[in-house]
């Protein structure tokens, strides 16, 4: 006995009968690769203005750490990291254009959680940057402890993770608060900066971006309070395991490549290594790049035209950087950090 269960419009359906059973499998594939290659670039959604992650300047061209690894992927499929078109989108509507498939990989500063994977049939691909939620107020204020904020009006951004969190926060610590809620990062930031609140929380690293935007940045600190964890990764649709892969490990790519020391300017003479290691990663033994149905150089591609991920991190948001941020947490497992990327083998 067969039987047929109708699914999306972009699956199909097998049946296999079993017995005097019938088992039913849907297989649905979205064949991502295969329209972004047809369409010819990538489409990238991005955060709407974030420096260091995701910035245009005034004549469009973008640059950030996120938007690096949108090149990166361009890199690794067409070897052209240009190949991107970067759609610009605020919290409210980031998921949802993914979903409706106006763009192809979400690399914007997203906490990876249970309820967003399962809520809206999303895949993380992996930890691009682990982050935390901070505070940062006036210096005048004169506070040096999140614990000292008792009282605070404290401006925060809708659809967030950030609004449980300091919920949570303030309720475990016998601290009140007023919240100013807004739903664009600009709003949040006008109504901090004409004092409707006198604390901004965020992922710590947005708080280092959104320093920059202000007349004095110096004027402003950053508490060391770290209240959350914050895994921020691309973001993928569910049901499209092969463009999952290709997602992932461009990323494991890039930190398997800083691992191995192998950079932007040195790719040449490792694409002439003798070492194991490196030669699946440069391509020059396996097959690890047809199994993506990419070339053999993916991985070598993505390395040339965009670095590896100590390189990206350094130029966006690094300590010679305008950010300034330390490595931190993201530095490699094997220098003190917790950035890790399963092996090519």
């Not at 895949?123 to 107020?137: N, T």
């Not at 009140?176 to 006198?198: I, N, P, R």
């Not at 461009?250 to 490196?278: C, F, W």
Request: charged fraction near 25%; glycine fraction near 8%.
């Amino acid at each position: 006995m067969w039987t047929f269960r109708t699914g999306l419009l972009i699956g199909c359906t097998i049946a296999v009968a079993v017995g005097a059973a019938a088992i039913t499998y849907e297989r649905y594939d979205t064949q991502t690769l295969k329209r972004v290659k047809r369409r010819g670039e990538l489409l990238c959604g991005v955060n709407t203005g974030l420096p260091g992650f995701s910035n245009p300047d005034d004549k469009g061209n973008w640059s950030g750490f996120d938007v690096d690894f949108c090149r990166a992927i361009s890199a690794a499929i067409f070897d052209d990291p240009t190949k991107v078109r970067f759609v610009p989108l605020d919290a409210n509507e980031r998921f949802k254009e993914l979903q409706s498939r106006k763009i192809d990989v979400l690399s914007r500063n997203s906490t990876w959680s249970m309820a967003r994977e399962t809520g809206y049939e999303l895949h993380f691909a992996g930890v691009s940057y682990y982050d935390g939620q901070g505070f940062m107020l006036p210096k005048t204020r004169k506070i040096d402890s999140a614990l000292e904020l008792d009282g605070s009006k404290v401006c925060v951004q809708s659809n967030t993770t950030t609004l449980l969190n300091l919920a949570d926060y303030f309720r475990a610590n016998h601290m009140t608060y007023q919240e100013v809620k807004m739903d664009h990062l600009d709003d949040l930031l006008k109504a901090y900066e004409s004092g409707q609140c006198d604390t901004i929380t965020t992922d710590v690293s947005q708080l280092y971006a959104i320093r920059l935007k202000f007349a004095k940045p110096g004027d402003h600190t950053i508490l060391p309070d770290v209240i959350s964890k914050e895994p921020l990764a691309p973001v993928v649709r569910q049901r499209d395991d092969e463009w999952q892969l290709i997602v992932r490990w461009a990323l494991y790519a890039m930190i398997n490549a800083e691992e191995l020391g192998i950079t932007s300017k040195n790719i040449d003479a490792a694409l002439k290594s003798d070492k194991p290691d490196v030669k699946r990663l440069m391509g020059t033994e396996g097959a690890y790049g047809e199994e993506l149905d990419l070339t053999k150089d993916w991985a070598a591609r993505i390395i040339r035209h965009v670095g590896n991920y100590g390189e990206v991190y350094e130029r966006n948001v690094g300590t010679g950087s305008k950010l300034g941020i330390p490595r931190g947490m993201n530095e490699l497992w094997n220098a003190g950090g917790i950035q890790y990327a399963p092996p090519i083998r």
